[in-house]
């Protein structure tokens, strides 16, 4: 089993800065690639990044693109977002989630945190 908390979502203004972490706990969670989806009032969860386990190889969504930048400290279980530029439509739900392999694929993910809600004003 994996266990996966999410941090760090608020309210910030557009044009503004923030970083998502998520905390993972369990067997060999660092073999795990990893990824961040979002979901928005109305709308389907999406993809927005993933990393392989090693941290050599990433997606992202065409959305986040040159904006946002996923990371991760295997020494310390944790995997990082972080969201420079954010517009209001960067506004959800941000959940991290871990797969067997680098994915883009929601239901590729085997396990999902809870979620950390991000606001983003305009």
């Known amino acids: 089993q994996v266990q996966l908390v999410e941090s760090g979502g608020g309210l910030v203004q557009a044009g503004g800065s923030l970083s998502l972490s998520c905390a993972a706990s369990?067997?060999?969670?660092?073999?795990?690639?990893m990824g961040w989806f979002r979901q928005a009032p109305g709308k389907e969860r999406e993809f927005v990044a993933a990393?392989?386990?090693?941290?050599?190889?990433?997606y992202y969504a065409d959305s986040v693109k040159g904006r946002f930048t996923i990371s991760r400290d295997n020494a310390k279980n944790t995997v990082y977002l972080q969201m420079n530029s954010l517009k209001p439509a960067d506004t959800a739900v941000y959940y991290c989630?871990?797969?067997?392999?680098?994915?883009?694929?929601?239901?590729?993910?085997?396990?999902w945190g809870q979620g950390t809600q991000v606001t983003v004003s305009s």
């Open positions: 989630a871990a797969a067997k392999r680098l994915r883009k694929v929601e239901n590729e993910y085997d396990y």
């Open positions: 369990g067997r060999t969670v660092s073999t795990y690639a």
């Open positions: 990393i392989s386990w090693s941290g050599g190889s990433t």
